[in-house]
């Protein structure tokens, strides 16, 4: 290997004796030639491509088959899919971290520019994810061009008994391609493939095949949904999944149901967090007075639902005044996601319920020099690490890199927007059905925007903003460290600390 790059340096490995090396016994020695081979892809021959693309069929190195699916992009888009195409039929390399992964990096262009290829390669592939990414691939360009999607349904139609994983990976991939999305126009073929699909013995597939149906307008799917999620006897996470489809797709009249399921105690939550979310006049006034029954963990969500509208992030605060919500359940998430609805009297109600959203930076550097105080390594030692872990689940998982330091955590929670690099800026969103998100912007696409809010990831249709105001601030709030006692202060350090991950403690709250 030394010889080899020493002559590569020196300009003494020409490439038809790179060539040759590409037939040497030693699996490093072939990888290392197609690397060389390719230092100037405008210089590939002929000779060369044909030579790669027979090593892809054969070499019986996944090394070797990992250089080949890294040498794709470095190909001009013509001469990629001959390799990908030998390269995706390796059903050996399916389950490798990394080789599926490097193979769609070296087709995505290719199967934007030609559409055609790329379903060819969906059909080949033994790679489930790269059979997705190019569905989702041809899914994202249905609005502009709808003919390359309505083709890989139709060439997918009549597969489904022989390949019930195509028909999964292909209906992954549409509908990762249209999250987000309250309705679309359907595919020609989508009918004759949803046909097919609906009858397969898997129910991923049928349930799929349902929610596609309903974006895309089906009246019989929509009635299908509210039937699964009125059935106490159906299946809690499908129920759930039916439902968070029928929010999405904004079905007409869904405040019923949803009264009717806030008393299921599988679906109380979403369905009193949907009740805020369609903006029902009655859904403040129903999460409070439920609260108290909740669980730990349920509560988080309702919280985040209540604090996206003015209305009901008043009836929350008035609660917390009375009593009837623990103060010490408002972490400065959701104080600061209230002051970002832009309502005085609500700040001002704010403040006297919770306190000031930023503290002071004076305040914060006392907070900072006390805690290294506090926090002495002998105090560390005696910390419960699996209630650490799961206040950090509950209140800031957004730590990165750099947390074995003391100074490193206390600098990024107490003023965790001191530094914050551009891409981590926090978003306000204000919707134009009433209701405003904060958030990290963790994907776009022509028609929508994911946030990635403290609870979870949001998609939205951009036809639905009606502002986005970015900010320098960090996702994670001012003040968090103020919202913790001294043990939960210890615990959540230490686990943050711990080089090793912990169980999370057992559930001690019964819900009721």
């Given at each position: ?9 020196i300009?003494a490995?020409a490439?038809?004796?790179?060539l040759?090396?590409?037939?040497d ?5 072939r ?5 060389l ?65 490097m ?10 520019a ?18 997705q ?6 899914a994202?360009?249905m ?40 309705k679309?126009?359907?595919p020609?073929t ?11 013995d898997?129910?991923?597939i049928?349930?799929r095949v ?6 895309f307008?089906d ?11 009125a ?11 039916a439902?968070?489809?029928?929010l999405?797709?904004r079905a007409?009249n869904l405040?019923p149901?949803l009264?009717?399921i ?17 903006g ?28 996206t509208r003015?209305?009901?992030?008043r009836?929350l ?6 009593g ?6 408002l ?5 600061r996601q ?6 005085p009297?609500?700040t ?5 319920v ?5 503290p ?8 900072m ?12 030692k005696?910390?419960?690490?699996p209630?650490g ?7 800031c ?17 107490v ?20 209701r ?16 990635q ?11 639905d ?5 970015e900010s ?9 460290i ?23 403690p057992?559930a001690?709250?019964q819900?009721k």
């Open positions: 290997m030394r010889a080899l790059w020493a002559l590569n340096a300009g490995a490439p038809d004796w790179l040759m090396r590409t037939r016994s030693d699996e490093y020695v990888s290392w030639a197609i690397r081979l390719l230092d100037d892809p405008a210089k590939t021959s002929r000779e060369a491509i044909a030579r790669l693309i027979e090593m892809g069929r054969a070499d019986p190195s996944p090394f070797v088959r990992l250089y080949l699916a890294s040498a794709l992009q470095r190909l001009p888009l013509d001469a990629r899919r001959g390799l990908a195409d030998a390269l995706v039929r390796h059903a050996e390399d399916a389950g490798d971290h990394n080789l599926p992964l193979l769609w990096y070296g087709i995505e262009p290719l199967v934007g030609q559409p055609a290829a790329g379903i060819e390669l969906a059909l080949a592939s033994e790679h489930r994810v790269v059979r990414f190019i569905a989702r691939r041809l994202e360009d609005e502009h061009n709808p003919g390359p999607l309505a083709l890989l349904l139709r060439r997918t139609t009549g597969t489904g008994e022989g390949r019930p994983a195509l028909f999964q990976d292909v209906l992954r991939g549409i509908s990762d391609a249209l999250r987000g999305l309250r679309a126009t359907p020609a989508w009918a004759a493939f949803a046909a097919e699909a609906g009858r397969s898997d129910p991923e049928r349930d349902r929610d596609l149906s309903a974006l307008g009246g019989r799917a929509l009635d299908a949904l509210r039937d699964t999620v059935d106490p006897k159906a299946d809690a996470a499908t129920r759930r999944s439902l968070k489809t029928l999405d797709s007409e405040a149901l009264k009717e806030s008393n299921d105690s599988a679906l109380r939550v979403p369905a009193m967090a949907g009740l805020l979310q369609i029902d006049p009655e859904a403040a006034a129903l999460a409070v007075s439920r609260y108290e029954w909740l669980g730990l963990e349920e509560r988080p969500v309702l919280l985040a639902a209540l604090v003015p209305a009901a992030a009836a605060l008035d609660a917390v005044g009375g009837k919500i623990p103060r010490t359940d972490t400065p998430f959701h104080a209230m002051a970002s609805l832009d309502d009297a609500l001002r109600r704010l403040t006297e919770w306190g000031d959203v930023r002071s930076d004076a305040g914060k550097r006392a907070t020099e006390r805690l290294r105080k506090q926090l002495a390594p002998d105090r560390l005696t910390a419960d690490l209630h872990r799961q206040i950090f689940n509950q209140a998982a957004s730590t990165g890199s750099g947390r074995a330091s003391l100074d490193y955590l206390l600098e990024n929670i003023d965790p927007s001191a530094v914050v690099p551009a891409d981590f800026w926090m978003s306000v969103v204000e919707l134009k059905d009433g405003t998100l904060n958030g990290v912007v963790a994907a776009k696409t022509d028609r929508t925007m994911t946030l809010t403290m609870t979870e990831q949001v998609t939205v249709e951009r036809a903003i009606k502002t986005i105001r320098t601030l960090s996702l994670m709030p001012d003040g968090l103020e919202s913790l006692d001294e043990a939960q202060v210890r615990d959540l350090i230490a686990y943050l600390m711990s080089p090793r991950q912990v169980f999370l057992k001690s709250a819900t």
